[in-house]
Nanobody, 118 residues
Framework: QVQLVESGGGLVHPGGSLTLSCTASKITFSNYATSWYRQAPGKERELVAT????????NYADSVKGRFTISRDNANKKLSLQMNNLKPEDTAVYYCNLRWLIIGADYWGQGTQVTVSS
């Protein structure tokens, strides 16, 4: 059974930094496009950043461009999100996602809470 284990969330002051990690098991990680999503209380889940299978061109939500960096390590089946200059509006539960559209595979992590508050 595929497992995605997230870590790295927590409480941070505005302007601070956090790095989220998502480690996969029982899956051929390199076959999947990978993304980070987030969901704030009372809001819909939104796409934060995405990186393709080969780790090439990345895409970011406008709200995080220049502050967040997504990366992946196919050898270690790991997805990361470096978050700098965090703002209170970044407060949300963050989820990693692995998707392989051709076969209809779509996997989610359990979510990790990020709270930005003074």
């Amino acid at each position: 059974q595929v497992q995605l284990v997230e870590s790295g969330g927590g409480l941070v002051h505005p302007g601070g930094s956090l790095t989220l990690s998502c480690t996969a098991s029982k899956i051929t990680f390199s076959n999947y496009a990978t993304s980070w999503y987030r969901q704030a209380p009372g809001k819909e889940r939104e796409l934060v950043a995405t990186i393709p299978r080969n780790g090439g061109s990345t895409n970011y939500a406008d709200s995080v461009k220049g502050r967040f960096t997504i990366s992946r390590d196919n050898a270690n089946k790991k997805l990361s999100l470096q978050m700098n200059n965090l703002k209170p509006e970044d407060t949300a539960v963050y989820y990693c996602n692995l998707r392989w559209l051709i076969i209809g595979a779509d996997y989610w992590g359990q979510g990790t809470q990020v709270t930005v508050s003074s």
